[in-house]
């Protein structure tokens, strides 16, 4: 499966971005979905998540900024970011861990896969 993920780019301060990670299976059940970040010199950290049919959770430094949500029909993840930081400047990577299915296989699979990253750059 692959997750594409864009949406990235050059925004200033205060602005917003919507990223998008579309996977080319169909999600059949979610395990758990997540947005993480690496900013520069940092390591790499979870932003917002999703486990089962749980309530989504945020890092502190962007609850109430950042929403994460999912288009069924699309099987796409979705990251709203609005009033955006120079802080959250950084490459954003999708993982959707879920039971997948592609016509191309005997059956299901259960495994979880990650985006290629997109870059978010802020200027102040």
């Known amino acids: 499966v692959q997750l594409q993920a864009s949406g990235g780019g050059l925004v200033q301060a205060g602005g917003s971005l919507r990223l998008s990670c579309a996977a080319s299976?169909?999600?059949?059940?979610?395990?758990?979905m997540g947005w993480y970040r690496q900013g520069p010199g940092k390591q790499r950290e979870l932003v917002a998540s999703?486990?089962?049919?749980?309530?989504?959770t945020y890092i502190d430094d962007v609850k109430g900024r950042f929403t994460i949500s999912r288009d069924n029909a699309k099987n796409t993840v979705y990251l709203q970011m609005n009033g955006l930081k120079p802080e959250d400047t950084a490459v954003y990577y999708c993982?959707?861990?879920?039971?997948?299915?592609?016509?191309?296989?005997?059956?299901?699979?259960?495994?979880?896969?990650w985006g290629q990253g997109t870059q978010v750059t802020v200027s102040s």
């Open positions: 999703v486990t089962g049919g749980s309530s989504p």
């Open positions: 993982n959707i861990d879920a039971l997948w299915f592609n016509r191309s296989w005997s059956g299901y699979r259960d495994f979880a896969a």
């Open positions: 299976a169909s999600i059949v059940r979610v395990t758990a």
